[in-house]
């Protein structure tokens, strides 16, 4: 079981942590929740988080990898990838273009000897509409393609089919889209469970089932979503924007983490 000297967190909203619990001005996230237990078997340990809200797969791949390169020792350098579900997200997503980025992301980390990991996501949404066998149809490939590619260059795979609460919408944040803390608590475990590091198993315990709600309140619920988070989202891709625009990385450089 490897020691891990260095934790390099790479990606978008999702490892930056977002709508976690907020930890001296930045959201905390799985990535951050994973450090803290491997940071307890080695004093020498640093991370390193270079994720950032909103960036597509080739911006990670072009501007972070060579960030995270610098840093790399090794086997005992762990290196999270979790990139391109905004892509998926965008309404001209080329698959074959993306999965053929994915594998060149995943080319250029394995050539450092680095621990890499990489994840699957969720394919299934709630609803049986249009926008439901969408998300499935893209998602389940983009699946595929994460597993082939972590096999091929020997990439520890976090797969979601191991994590069925996921889809459970009480561990997403109001957004419908980021984990809650639970969420990313969760994640945390999965992930630390994966590497034989020290985990607690409470994380596969699913939540009762849910009470059903009443007719009022699930529209109004959808109708706050729509206002708060689909509209603003819209906005943004009308005008070229992203949530990301402006934003630096969490730590850009090793920090000594305790």
């Given at each position: ?179 809650n803390s639970d969420g990313h608590w969760r ?10 590091k020290d985990f607690d198993p409470n994380w596969?315990?699913?939540?009762a089932p849910a009470r059903k709600k009443s ?44």
């Amino acid at each position: 079981m490897t020691a891990f000297t260095r934790f390099i967190a790479l990606g978008d909203s999702m490892t930056e942590g977002m709508c976690d619990e907020i930890v001296d001005g930045k959201y905390r996230g799985w990535a951050d929740r994973t450090a803290d237990t491997l940071a307890k078997a080695n004093p020498d340990f640093t991370y390193i988080n270079l994720a950032i809200r909103g960036k597509l797969l080739n911006q990670v791949i072009d501007d972070q990898i060579p960030a995270a390169v610098t840093h790399i020792t090794g086997p005992e350098t762990l290196v999270s990838f979790h990139a391109g579900a905004n892509d998926v997200l965008r309404p001209n997503y080329q698959a074959d273009a993306a999965f053929a980025k994915y594998e060149k992301g995943i080319s250029e980390l394995a050539k450092t000897q680095a621990t890499v990991i990489v994840f699957t996501v969720v394919d299934r949404v709630e609803g049986n509409g249009k926008t439901a066998q969408l998300w499935h149809e893209r998602f389940s490939a983009f699946n595929v393609n994460v597993r082939d590619v972590a096999k091929k260059y020997g990439a520890i795979i976090i797969e979601a089919d191991d994590a069925k609460w996921l889809a459970d919408l009480r561990f997403l944040a109001k957004d419908r889209l980021h984990l809650n803390s639970d969420g990313h608590w969760r994640l945390s475990q999965a992930v630390l469970e994966k590497l034989g590091k020290d985990f607690d198993p409470n994380w596969k315990i699913p939540l009762a089932p849910a009470r059903k709600k009443s007719w009022v309140r699930k529209n109004s619920e959808n109708l706050f979503w729509i206002i708060s988070f689909v509209i603003p989202w819209i906005w943004r891709r009308i005008r070229g924007r992203s949530s990301g625009d402006g934003r630096s990385a969490k730590y850009e450089t090793p920090v000594s983490w305790k």
